[in-house]
């Protein structure tokens, strides 16, 4: 009887072994996708903004800063740049808290465009935006500034 259990343990853990690795292999690969799958959906995010008399579409990923001018506002892109009529502080409600970040009374930046920084000011691409005072300390704090 005890050599019948032996012969049977000696089987079904290799193949329980065996089993377990597939699955495990399986589980990683689902796990994956699901992440590519959120990245390329968050890739796609977009906001529209009135334009004169149109709406146009713009992608999230492509905004490097957000300059406010009085009752407008200057979207600078990758590849253009956009006057919009809206308030800074309402486009700010609409953006992502991770990828951007108010710096200023007039300025939102997107924070995978930022070369360099110091206490005082963030270089952008060729673009030099101030850090207010009010600011600065959130900037600090979210940069890793010490």
């Known amino acids: 009887m005890n050599t019948l259990l032996d012969v ?13 690795k597939s699955w495990q292999k399986t ?38 800063f957000i300059e406010s001018l009085k009752n407008n506002i200057k979207v600078k892109t990758i590849d253009r740049e956009i006057i919009a009529y809206k308030s800074i502080s309402s486009i700010e409600k609409e953006l992502p808290k991770k990828k951007f970040l108010r710096v200023h009374r007039s300025f939102i930046i997107g924070l995978n465009f930022i070369d360099s920084f110091s206490p005082s000011k963030l270089l952008l691409k060729e ?20």
Do not use: C, M, T
Request: aromatic share 16%; no cysteine.
């Open 27 to 64: 589980n990683q690969k689902a796990i994956e996708l699901e992440k590519k799958q959120l990245e390329n959906v968050n890739d796609n995010e977009f906001i529209y903004l009135k334009v004169e008399k149109s709406l146009q579409k713009i992608f999230i990923r492509d905004i490097i």
């Open 127 to 146: 673009f030099s935006i101030p850090i207010g005072r009010k600011y600065k300390d959130k900037v600090k704090d979210v940069l890793g500034y010490f």
């Open 8 to 20: 049977n343990i000696a089987i079904i853990i290799p193949f329980g072994y065996a089993f377990f």
